[in-house]
C-alpha cells in the first residue's frame, strides 16, 4: 500500500455515502423537517437544508448540507462526497444565487427560514474559514486532498 492511501481517512464506497444522505433527506421529509437538521456546536458543524433554483430547469432543488454560523452568515462547502465534480447544487448557485435555507433552532424542534445569497469565499476570507472548518472537522485536508481541485467554500448571507 503506498504511502498516500496509509494516510487518507477511510471514507465509505460512493453508493453507501449516496444511500446514507438519501435517507437523511427521507428522514427530514418523513418529519416535516422536525427532525434531519441540528444547529453548529463550538466544536462541531450541524446540518441546514438548503432551496435553490435549478440552472436549466427553474425547479426547486433541495440538499441539506453540514455548515457553521460566521457572525450572520452560513459557510459550507462545495463538496460532492468528497468526489471530483462539482454538486448540482453547488452550480445551481452559481447561475441563481439567490436561495432560502431552513434551520433549527438552537432549543427545541423549530426552524427558522432565511432567504440568502450565495458567493465563493476568497483570499483571506477563504483561509480563515478553511481553518474554521479545520477546527470543528480534523480530517479535512485530507479529504480534500481526493478532489483534483480546491473545494469551494461557500458564504450564505442574508438577504436584505
Do not use: C
Not at 444522505?21 to 423537517?33: D, K, N, Q, S
Not at 427553474?58 to 450572520?72: E, H, K, N, Q, T
Amino acid at each position: 500500500m503506498s504511502d498516500r492511501r496509509q494516510r487518507q481517512p477511510w471514507l465509505p464506497p460512493r453508493p453507501v455515502i449516496r444511500l446514507a444522505w438519501r435517507i437523511h433527506r427521507a428522514l427530514y421529509r418523513a418529519t416535516r423537517g422536525r427532525a434531519g437538521l441540528r444547529p453548529p456546536k463550538p466544536d462541531s458543524w450541524g446540518t441546514l437544508h438548503l432551496t435553490v433554483v435549478g440552472r436549466r430547469t427553474g425547479r426547486r432543488r433541495s440538499v441539506i448540507l453540514a455548515y457553521f454560523d460566521d457572525g450572520p452568515n452560513l459557510v459550507t462547502l462545495a463538496m460532492n462526497g468528497w468526489g471530483a465534480p462539482e454538486p448540482q447544487w453547488w452550480l445551481n448557485l452559481q447561475a441563481h444565487p439567490e436561495a432560502a435555507v431552513e434551520l433549527p433552532e438552537r432549543r427545541g424542534r423549530t426552524r427558522r427560514r432565511l432567504r440568502v445569497r450565495a458567493h465563493a469565499a476568497t483570499g483571506g476570507e477563504r483561509d480563515r474559514l478553511w481553518d474554521r472548518w479545520r477546527a470543528v472537522e480534523r480530517n479535512l485536508d485530507a479529504h480534500a486532498a481526493r478532489r483534483p481541485g480546491a473545494t469551494t467554500i461557500v458564504v450564505l448571507e442574508p438577504a436584505p
